[in-house]
């Protein structure tokens, strides 16, 4: 298959790429294993690209080693553990959890290694993908790349190199110590107590984990309630949940200092009235956001403009250098892997072909994995009413859904966001499946699918999608049922009543 261009001097056949003089030439380099450079790196090559894939640790990246997949393997062993502490409320006889933690990490490991075998070596060597890995990458110019004392030149490059932990500058904290996600998730003891800094996905979800493993948790926020980039009714009924169960809370706080007390560290924060507050905990966990992973990379050498949050990207994933596109979080753009793995796949058509693609992040779901779990798709109510005119809210509680009753699962809400056309703006959904839940309202919005559809599909009983539906079942009820639509319907039937009375067939 031809793509228009060539080097010359390459050398048909081999693992993969082309060389002259000591230079290897390729149709794609791509920087890093994670989500968007395995997506790239296996479509490139299974459409008989010459690809390299250079990747300084492992591949899986940080969804897979210390993100995603081990975060949820020690939600569900946190959620066992309260699912037990609760068995007389399901007509058991009560039951002491005791978690073993060593086991609950050694099953997390497991868990990893059964995912991992997707990412294999092994899978992408197949697929004809020429890999250097536990080497560091470092731009020569656009086009070329060293590695390991070889020099990569390619037609396009995909840098997907990730994020890492950002560390706020507060005074004391690096000589007191502390740990991020990536320690957390290595640990072989559990710790007495902890404080998290953050609550964002990753402090909330952490927070409720080690609270039910058995450990004191604070956490801490500066604004007023967790998850603040979430609708604020979403972020208020997770802190009561947290607080319900022992995470003591703490928003609107600023971190001002860190100091060693003994064996404990000692976190000083102050609020806007400047009054101060200070928690001791055994460890200290950093949940305070990712920075884009370029350190080594050099990427001034290749033209490669950084900003804050991450590379600089234009609609087409293109850095400010030639043939140069990034993917994945070092854009700073929706740290989600689902964004990684469509930003993976749009770098790649845009690298190898003419004619380029723009991403669109209209419609991106997200998910925050507590119990229950939050998810949203869209606007925020406050978002929407500052955006559109006649904004129209339709919220459906799982306390009234038969199927959330029956599990024991009844807190929580579905949340529909609406134009005054019933076009759907919004999505949010906290309760017990909100992950899945959300995917169909994600639709919906996708192919602008109106709510008043959803409350025309027939969804299966009893099933926690329902709730989805009465919520969108309000839209018709409020339409039809109230204001001038009632006035009308209350007309036509008092009309027929009479009809019936006095017209033709009246009865003596």
Not at 483 to 492: A, H, K, V
Request: with cysteine.
């Amino acid at each position: 298959m031809s793509w228009g261009w060539r080097f010359s001097g390459w050398r048909r056949g081999g693992c993969g790429g082309g060389r002259k003089q000591g230079v290897w030439v390729y149709d794609l380099v791509v920087i890093g294993g994670g989500t968007a450079g395995l997506v790239s790196a296996a479509g490139a090559a299974s459409m008989g690209a010459r690809t390299a894939l250079i990747e300084r640790d492992r591949l899986g990246g940080e969804c897979l080693h210390y993100g995603c997949v081990p975060t949820k393997a020690l939600i569900r062993s946190a959620k066992v553990a309260h699912t037990l502490r609760r068995a007389e409320e399901f007509g058991m006889k009560p039951v002491e959890a005791e978690v073993d933690f060593p086991a609950v990490m050694r099953r997390m490991r497991r868990v990893i290694g059964e995912v991992g075998r997707h990412d294999s070596p092994e899978r992408f060597r197949a697929l004809g993908v020429e890999l250097f890995l536990e080497q560091q990458a470092s731009f020569e110019a656009p086009d070329e790349i060293s590695v390991d004392g070889r020099s990569l030149r390619a037609r396009s490059v995909i840098l997907a190199t990730g994020s890492h932990p950002a560390v706020p500058p507060v005074t004391g904290l690096r000589e007191a110590g502390y740990i991020t996600h990536v320690e957390a998730l290595e640990l072989e003891r559990l710790p007495e107590s902890l404080i998290i800094i953050g609550a964002g996905p990753i402090g909330c979800e952490f927070a409720q984990i080690f609270t039910r493993f058995g450990c004191r948790v604070s956490l801490l926020e500066v604004l007023p309630n967790p998850l603040p980039r979430e609708d604020p009714e979403i972020s208020v009924t997770l802190r009561d949940r947290l607080e319900a169960e022992d995470v003591s809370f703490h928003g609107g706080r600023r971190v001002i200092e860190v100091r060693r007390t003994g064996s404990e560290k000692a976190v000083i924060s102050e609020n806007d009235r400047r009054e101060r507050l200070e928690l001791r905990a055994e460890e200290i966990l950093l949940a305070t956001g990712q920075l884009p992973a370029v350190e080594g990379l050099n990427p001034e050498n290749a033209g490669i403009e950084l900003q804050r949050t991450g590379v600089r990207v234009d609609a087409n994933l293109r850095t400010t250098a030639p043939g140069v596109y990034a993917a994945g979080d070092v854009t700073g753009k929706y740290l989600f892997t689902h964004v990684a793995e469509y930003q993976g796949r749009l770098a790649l058509r845009n690298a190898l072909f003419p004619l380029g693609s723009r991403a669109d992040y209209r419609v991106v779901p997200r998910v925050t994995f507590t119990d229950p779990e939050v998810a949203r798709v869209g606007l925020t109510e406050p978002e929407a009413r500052r955006q559109h005119d006649k904004v129209k809210v339709f919220r459906y509680p799982f306390a009234d859904l038969d199927r959330a009753i029956a599990d024991g699962e009844p807190e929580g809400f579905v949340k529909l966001v609406a134009d005054r056309r019933g076009r759907i703006l919004g999505g949010h959904i906290i309760g017990a499946g909100a992950g899945n839940l959300i995917q169909e309202i994600t639709l919906a919005m996708h192919r602008n699918i109106p709510v008043g559809q959803l409350s025309q599909t027939i969804h299966a009983y009893p099933t926690l999608s329902e709730g989805v539906k009465r919520a969108a079942d309000i839209y018709y009820r409020e339409l039809l049922f109230t204001g001038r639509n009632r006035r009308i319907f209350e007309t036509f039937f008092k009309l027929r009543r009479l009809l019936n009375r006095y017209g033709p067939g009246r009865r003596g």
